[in-house]
């Protein structure tokens, strides 16, 4: 499998996925632009994607799906609840290319398998997805306010997992950017992960054979990547579990297109 976010964070999220014939988006909350030049980066051509799945309805997860979708021709998969959610923001989807699963309930889009599980988030049904290509999967689990023992359980044994680490709860609280309301909806338990919360949920996972995991949708004003990191490995090492060893931790970049991960 090839896993690429190509952007992960607060202001627009979007990873590219193939199992070397299927190539599919999860999410599109970029401009088409931005997205279609962050695929070129990599050698993907748009117009080859089999389609795009949908997480939820916010914005910096659908921005440009319907744009891409009537340019390329490609399917958008999402849930009823995330449809209703983003019907104006896609606008009209051509016949065919509108389709929707049921969360829990895997399905195909062409040789990739997928699982969609729900997440807690303040979204209409919002959901992660661990995606097949024979044994092995990739997930993504972000836009979480906190790791749900079911959550735990869809993503074990996943070869590598795109997994949220927000935002540092001091650099939120001192913001004076963002209000009190605002602040309490992030760090409530339909917010975001914070990076200590990330953290216990990467010891779970390594309890659960995950040995690879990205950290993603950082905040580009309540976090740092270094303090994402620092954070998680620092509470690995306490919990016993060896980075680089036990675990490997890498970085989905909100302003520049990530790394091209080969799993095989």
Known sequence: MIFCPLYSGSSGNCAYLSDGETGILIDAGLSGKQITDALNLIGVLPESLAGIVITHEHSDHVKSAGIL?????????????????????????????????????????????VHPFAIPH????????????????????????YVRKE???????????????????EMLMHNPHYSSTLKQRILGRHGHLSNEAC??????????????????????????????????????????????????????????????????
Request: net charge negative; charged share 20%.
């Open 122 to 145: 303040d979204a209409n049904d919002p959901v992660g997805f661990r995606v097949y290509a024979g044994a092995r999967s990739v997930a993504t689990a972000t836009d979480m306010g």
């Open 199 to 264: 953290g216990k949920g990467i010891c779970a996972l390594a309890e659960r054979d995950v040995r690879h995991v990205v950290l993603g949708h950082l905040s580009g004003e309540n976090n740092t990547p270094e303090l994402a990191m620092d954070t998680s490995l620092k509470i690995l090492t306490q919990a016993g579990i060896t980075p680089n060893q036990d675990v490997n931790l890498y970085m989905a970049w909100r302003d520049h297109v990530g790394q091209v991960y080969t799993i095989s």
């Open 151 to 169: 959550v735990l359980e869809d993503l074990r044994g996943a070869d590598m997992v795109l997994f949220e680490s927000n935002h540092d709860p």
């Open 69 to 113: 979708s009537r340019r390329y021709h490609l399917p958008i998969y999402a849930n009823e609840g995330t449809w209703q959610g983003m019907a104006k923001q896609v606008g009209v989807i051509p016949p065919g290319l509108g389709r929707t699963f049921e969360t829990g309930r895997d399905f195909y889009v062409d040789g990739l398998a």
